[in-house]
């Protein structure tokens, strides 16, 4: 996860508390604006949670990016979860995540099953 001084200059951002564990936000991305919300150590993984203010609008895939370059290094690898459907919890429809693990290299372990 980037730095906090990153974060605080990225076009469309405004941070509104933060500390060295996470913190809450802005953010304007094409168009919409909504809240920011963002772990640095939630269980061993790293999480920035987006919600449109607008309950009509769910973040598209190049929003989601953006938010990636915002929170993330270019080359860490950040994903979106799809967990089993008995375990869907949905407090909020247009609320979308992105997570990393902070000590595993997923797209490693993936290579190495692929040789």
């Known amino acids: 996860m980037r730095k906090l001084r990153f974060i605080r200059r990225a076009d469309g951002m405004r941070v509104e508390q933060a500390t060295i564990h996470g913190g809450t936000g802005e953010v304007e991305i094409s168009g919409w604006t909504g809240s920011v919300i963002w772990g ?60 990393r693990p902070k000590d595993v290299d997923l797209l490693s372990k993936l290579e190495a099953r692929a040789l």
């Open 40 to 99: 640095a150590d939630e269980d061993g993984w790293e999480h920035v949670s987006v919600c449109p203010y607008n309950h009509d609008i769910t973040p598209s895939w190049d929003d989601m990016c953006r938010l990636k370059d915002i929170f993330f290094e270019d080359e860490e690898v950040v994903l979106q979860f799809h967990p089993r459907k008995s375990q869907y919890v949905n407090i909020m429809n247009n609320c979308l995540h992105l997570w």
